[in-house]
């Protein structure tokens, strides 16, 4: 397990190119305190969509996400950043870009698969600064 410390996200935020964004979404729960942090980095504001795959050991839960708490926003010309912690296989990062279908959304993750990946270089499981 790789640890990361909250100076070590924040030094990587700083140096990563982001384009404009009005909002960040953050997706929950696993993705509100990257989202948080990268709201704050941004000066954006933050909203969560609440999605669950995973359960706390990391295994699926279901065979593919729930959405839990429909987005219903006003997000019309509103730049997005969607964020989560982690996008290993891109599904629970899909099924909220499919909430979002029509928007102008651009993914993060700290790690894994997205338009914007803090640590690419990590492939082993990462003990986050958040989780106990």
């Not at 969560?48 to 995973?54: A, E, T």
Request: charged share 25%.
């Amino acid at each position: 397990m790789v640890p990361l410390s909250f100076i070590e996200i924040s030094e990587r935020l700083k140096k990563t190119v982001l384009p404009e964004i009005d909002l960040v979404i953050g997706i929950g729960t696993g993705g509100v305190p990257a989202a948080t942090f990268v709201a704050f980095h941004l000066n954006a504001e933050l909203k969560v969509m609440v999605l669950n795959y995973r359960d706390e050991q990391n295994n699926p839960r279901y065979d593919s996400p729930k959405i839990i708490q429909k987005a219903d926003w006003d997000l019309d010309g509103k730049k997005i950043l969607l964020v989560d912690d982690v996008s290993v296989s891109g599904k629970t990062m899909n099924a909220a870009l499919e909430q979002l279908k029509g928007q102008n959304v651009k993914t993060m993750a700290m790690k894994g698969k997205a338009d914007f990946v803090l640590f690419p270089e990590i492939k082993d499981c990462v003990k986050w600064p958040w989780k106990p």
